[in-house]
Every structure is written in structure tokens, then in C-alpha cells.
């Protein structure tokens, strides 16, 4: 159950399906409302500059010290595109112009849906911010794929690497589903189920 309390009035939720729904639901017991727990949208950039491409060394948790393209959630009042854009200055200050969807990769298992976007650098600078203890340009052949974050954005660039290799950068969907063994941060824990590359 996602809510033990109604953020409307204060009473307890109990967990009910609500009538003509299939799923248990918050449901407040003195007035009724129903809250519904949606997921989360995360959005980021491939940052290119020339053939290298932008990563960074997080210096929060989860991940702490590991690497990746700048990402985050998708704030209220922002379109996803600019949301990616936001979080790349949030992470790198590095401002940057969109080239449009990448990926869009489902997440089932924390509940997240991945936007990737490339994204051109605009001018030169980058730098460290509170978010990242380090910033920096590589190749493709310098990803350090031992040491990314996240296995949504090892599996993004993954496909950016693929795409890159064929020389044409397609649009991609599929699922990154996790085996439900292992570590949740393990790339060989994962598979890409139903790709379809546009």
C-alpha cells in the first residue's frame, strides 16, 4: 500500500480495489479518495561533442562514484526534453541543444520510465557540480562500462554504441527487465526484452 494516510485529510488509507478497478489501492477510510501511485519518469542525455560523449561520476547516492549521462526526474511544468536538458546543467553545467528521442525504456520492477535524449554540447564548458565529483569527455571505445551507474543507462549505451558502430542512430523502446536475482545494479542481471529499434 503507498499511502498510510490521505494527503487530502489526514485519516488512514486501507488498501482496497476500488469498484471496477482490478488493483488494491490507497483508499482513505473517512473520505474515500483514492490514491493511485504512478511511475516515475527519468529523463537524460547521450551528450555528444564531436565523437566523444559526455559522462559523469556521481558524487550522491545510489551509485556513488560510479558513472553516467547526466539524468534524473522529470519535474512538473517541464517537457521531457527540457527536463533532460535541465538535468544536464543540473549535473555537469554543461548546456545543451536536443537532438531528439534516443530511447524510451521501460523499467517495471522500481517503476520508472527511461527517456534518453541526444543532445549536441553547446560551446565548451562543463564542469564538476554538487552532483557529480567528476566530469569529463570520452570515446566510445572509453566508456567505462565496469563502472556505469545504472543498467538502464548501460543498456542505452549500449545501443548508442551499436547504432554509432552501424552508422545510423535509430530510436529505440523496450523493456529492461531485471532476472529478480542478483544485485540490482548488475548489467548481467538484466535482459532487453522486446527491442524495437525505429
Given at each position: 500500500?503507498?499511502?498510510?494516510?490521505?494527503?487530502?485529510?489526514?485519516?488512514?488509507?486501507?488498501?482496497?480495489?476500488?469498484?471496477?478497478?482490478?488493483?488494491?489501492?490507497?483508499?482513505?477510510?473517512?473520505?474515500?479518495?483514492?490514491?493511485?501511485?504512478?511511475?516515475?519518469?527519468?529523463?537524460?542525455?547521450?551528450?555528444?561533442?564531436?565523437?566523444?560523449?559526455?559522462?559523469?561520476?556521481?558524487?550522491?547516492?545510489?551509485?556513488?562514484?560510479?558513472?553516467?549521462?547526466?539524468?534524473?526526474?522529470?519535474?512538473?511544468g517541464e517537457s521531457c526534453a527540457d527536463g533532460a536538458a535541465r538535468e544536464t546543467m543540473e549535473e555537469t553545467e554543461a548546456r545543451v541543444e536536443s537532438l531528439g528521442l534516443f530511447a524510451l525504456l521501460d523499467i517495471p520492477h522500481i517503476a520508472q520510465v527511461y527517456g534518453v535524449y541526444r543532445a549536441r554540447l553547446i560551446g565548451e564548458h562543463f564542469a564538476p557540480t554538487p552532483e557529480s565529483s567528476e566530469v569529463k569527455l570520452v570515446s566510445i571505445d572509453e566508456i567505462p562500462w565496469d563502472k556505469l551507474a545504472f543498467p538502464s543507462v548501460a543498456t542505452a549505451l549500449r545501443l548508442y554504441a551499436e547504432d554509432r558502430a552501424s552508422g545510423t542512430i535509430r530510436t529505440h523502446t523496450g523493456i529492461v527487465e531485471w532476472s529478480g536475482e542478483g544485485s540490482r545494479f548488475d548489467l548481467a542481471n538484466y535482459r532487453l526484452r522486446e527491442h524495437r529499434a525505429h
Open positions: 500500500m503507498s499511502h498510510k494516510f490521505c494527503p487530502d485529510c489526514g485519516s488512514p488509507c486501507e488498501s482496497q480495489i476500488p469498484e471496477g478497478d482490478h488493483k488494491p489501492r490507497s483508499v482513505c477510510t473517512a473520505c474515500g479518495h483514492i490514491h493511485y501511485v504512478n511511475p516515475n519518469m527519468v529523463v537524460g542525455c547521450i551528450v555528444e561533442a564531436g565523437g566523444d560523449l559526455l559522462l559523469a561520476k556521481r558524487d550522491i547516492e545510489p551509485a556513488l562514484g560510479r558513472w553516467t549521462f547526466p539524468a534524473g526526474y522529470l519535474e512538473c
